[in-house]
């Protein structure tokens, strides 16, 4: 079983419409949680970050940790164009981060 | 403010070549620094990743090397590239905290 798993997608969402992307691991060791985006041909730029179960808002981005079912969320309301990239889910372990492959996510105008 | 730069952005190399590939980091010391590789379909592969000038830790055994010359440098080398080196080269850094990573533009390297 891997570390962390992502669905690739592509995942294509109509503008306006709430996306979720979701993200599982088996490490319980895990602690903290992040999310990152990244854009065709750009390096990958921290989105998010916790390190407690619950929910955690930024503006249209909310991210979501359930340590007792291993799984996390990033949720993104109001879907902007803009938004289209590949978002990849990651979380530390002793002094390295373990990355999901993403999730390409479309959003059409 | 920190920030990470990375050159060349995109490189053509024949087979058999030398590389090398360079980042620097600004605003923090003593950073961790990392250099990753990301193939489509596969995610983001670490390759190497530092402490500290001059220690170097290898995740994958392949045709690459690194190289910490000073605090804020890390460099990405190899003697003769192979096909299977190209690829997105990607470096980041790490400074306290939750160990969070900020990662450069990267460099897209193309061998032929």
């Known amino acids: 079983q891997k570390e962390v798993e992502q669905d690739p997608g592509p995942l294509s969402v109509p503008e306006g419409a709430i996306v979720s992307l979701n993200c599982t691991y088996s490490n319980s060791a895990f602690q903290y949680f992040m999310w990152y985006r990244q854009y065709s041909r750009k390096g990958p730029e921290l989105l998010m970050y916790?390190?407690?179960?619950g929910n955690k808002e930024d503006g249209r981005f909310t991210a979501q940790v359930d340590k007792s079912s291993k799984y996390i969320s990033l949720f993104i309301r109001d879907s902007q164009p803009s938004d289209s990239a590949t978002y990849l889910c990651?979380?530390?372990?002793?002094?390295?981060?373990?990355f999901g492959k993403g999730t390409r996510l479309h959003i059409l105008p | 403010s920190q920030t990470i730069h990375q050159w060349p952005a995109t490189l053509v190399q024949p087979v058999g070549s030398p590389l090398s590939l360079e980042c620097t980091v600004e605003?923090?010391?003593?950073?961790?620094l990392y250099w990753y590789r990301q193939a489509a379909g596969r995610g983001l592969q670490l390759l190497f990743y530092?402490?500290?000038?001059?220690?170097i830790s290898s995740e994958v055994p392949q045709n690459l090397s690194a190289s910490r010359p000073q605090d804020r440098q890390f460099i990405l080398s190899s003697k003769k590239l192979l096909l299977s080196d190209s690829g997105f080269y990607l470096c980041?850094?790490?400074?306290?905290?939750?160990?969070?990573?900020?990662f450069g533009p990267g460099t897209r390297l193309t061998v032929l």
């Open positions: 605003g923090t010391s003593n950073p961790n």
């Open positions: 980041a850094f790490s400074s306290g905290g939750y160990n969070e990573q900020f």
């Open positions: 530092s402490v500290g000038i001059g220690q």
């Open positions: 990651a979380m530390n372990r002793d002094d390295k981060i373990i």
């Open positions: 916790t390190y407690s179960s």
